[in-house]
């Protein structure tokens, strides 16, 4: 089993719709994020979360948004989903220890195309 | 504006002989690098990392080089083998944390039997 987990793999949404991609991972690790990445472009970051409680806003954040139900879960919503955030998402995790971050583990992605 | 850039979208080696795959950085204060490998419908998977106190750094058959004053890095692999064949990432970061990585474009790239 993948230790960073992403459903669903693949998704086809319709403009204006609310859409939940979920995240979650066995590695016991304390951060997470979600990036998008798309052709052309490197991986871009959405959002980060340090732990549960800490939240916050990457490169690219306008028209995501983001719950960190646990400190093994973390969602991202498009609220209104529209044909421009048709990308492959990806969840990351990594640990943080003696003051540095290890590497990031990525999840397999989700791909999400908006019609 | 791109802070890294990985010029060449792709590139082809023969089996057994080295690629070398170049990263271009803007940002002066980025002092920590990565290089990422994707293979289809998978994630990036972490490969070699270098710091800025460095120039060099090996793991196995993957060097990555770091020329600080020319803003330029290299992920050199040798020999290369048919299992090489995947999308590479070049990665930067200032103060290295995760959620400061700014990724390259990438580079495809394949391995000829």
């Known amino acids: 089993d993948a230790d960073v987990t992403q459903t669903p793999r693949n998704r086809i949404t319709k403009t204006g719709k609310r859409i939940m991609l979920e995240c979650s991972q066995t590695?016991?690790?304390?951060?997470m994020y979600w990036y998008r990445q798309d052709p052309g472009l490197g991986l871009r970051l959405i959002y980060y979360?340090?732990?549960?409680?800490?939240?916050n806003k990457g490169e690219i954040s306008d028209g995501y948004s983001v719950s960190r139900q646990a400190q093994a879960k973390f969602s991202l919503s498009l609220e209104s989903a529209i044909p421009n955030q048709t990308a492959l998402y990806f969840c990351?995790?990594?640990?943080?220890?003696?003051?540095?971050?290890?590497?990031?583990?990525f999840g397999q992605g989700t791909r999400l195309t908006v019609v | 504006d791109q802070q890294v850039k990985q010029n060449s979208p792709s590139l082809s080696v023969q089996e057994g002989r080295i690629s070398i795959l170049n990263c271009d950085y803007t940002?002066?204060?980025?002092?920590?690098f990565l290089w990422y490998k994707k293979y289809p419908a998978e994630g990036p998977t972490f490969l070699i990392s270098?710091?800025?106190?460095?120039d060099k750094n090996e793991d196995g058959r993957f060097t990555v080089f770091l020329n600080k004053s020319a803003k330029h890095l290299s992920l050199h692999i040798v020999p290369s083998q048919p299992g090489d064949s995947a999308v590479y990432f070049c990665?930067?970061?200032?103060?290295?944390?995760?959620?400061?990585?700014?990724f390259g474009t990438g580079t495809r790239l394949t391995i000829i039997p």
């Open positions: 940002n002066s204060m980025f002092d920590y």
């Open positions: 990351a995790t990594s640990d943080h220890r003696e003051g540095r971050d290890t590497e990031a583990f």
């Open positions: 590695k016991g690790h304390d951060r």
């Open positions: 270098i710091s800025s106190i460095k």
């Open positions: 990665a930067a970061s200032a103060d290295f944390g995760n959620e400061k990585l700014t």
């Open positions: 979360s340090f732990d549960v409680k800490d939240i």
